[in-house]
């Protein structure tokens, strides 16, 4: 069984056009590139943060007059709409070989935008290692059974990608090779009640959600 700790460090930060953490944040990851999807480099700009590379088809930038305020070697112009800008932005950062990948601004945006992200970014969790960061939260996908570190009384969430069987250990709710299902039965908010928490998955993926171990990013020990 895998166990997840986080002694890892990310090699890349996605910024999506979403709610952004404030600027503090990124003073916790320096050195690391911030890979921009569009819009989200107008947010990163206002923070006084600067960030690495703008990628997608940058229309946002070019209906707010911005693009010129970028110089040309950060700017990645890739038009093509049968990829939105989040999934340019990981083509991008998987391109180049970055394998740890914090994802900030996932949803804040428009409604569907952040249900199409959330499709692609189960499109690609099996290539790289992924992890959205939101309000001090943690979420990344997980299809082989695992123990984590927690503390008691944190928060856990796990929910199913469409669906998933699973066995859980030092959960308030446990579960015995139960399934849950979107549309049928979720487990959005379950309370550790150990130091570690163990989640066997018979079928299926889910994602967990946990507080934030920042600057940590999950690393996956066999």
């Not at 428009?110 to 099996?126: D, I, P, R």
Request: charged share 25%.
């Amino acid at each position: 069984m895998q166990k997840i700790d986080f002694k890892n460090t990310y090699d890349a930060i996605t910024c999506l056009d979403g709610n952004l953490p404030e600027k503090d944040f990124f003073s916790l990851f320096t050195g690391i590139p911030i890979f921009a999807a569009d819009g989200a480099a107008l947010q990163l700009m206002q923070m006084s943060v600067d960030f690495d590379k703008v990628i997608g088809d940058l229309d946002t930038l070019k209906s707010k007059n911005m693009i010129d305020k970028i110089p040309d070697s950060k700017l990645i112009y890739q038009p093509d709409q049968d990829f939105n800008d989040f999934e340019k932005t990981l083509k991008y950062a998987i391109s180049i070989g970055k394998k740890n990948i914090l994802i900030c601004g996932f949803h804040g945006g428009e409604f569907e935008h952040s249900l199409n992200n959330w499709s692609v970014f189960m499109k690609y969790y099996q290539k790289t290692n992924l992890c959205l960061y939101e309000a001090n939260r943690y979420a990344f996908a997980k299809d082989k059974s695992f123990c984590i570190n927690t503390k008691h009384g944190e928060m856990i969430g796990l929910i199913p990608q469409p669906s998933a069987i699973l066995t859980t250990y030092g959960l308030k709710w446990n579960l015995s090779n139960e399934k849950l299902q979107l549309g049928f039965r979720e487990g959005a908010r379950n309370i550790a009640l150990s130091e570690m928490i163990q989640i066997e998955i018979h079928q299926g993926a889910i994602l967990i959600f946990l507080d934030a171990r920042l600057p940590g990013a999950p690393e996956f020990n066999l």
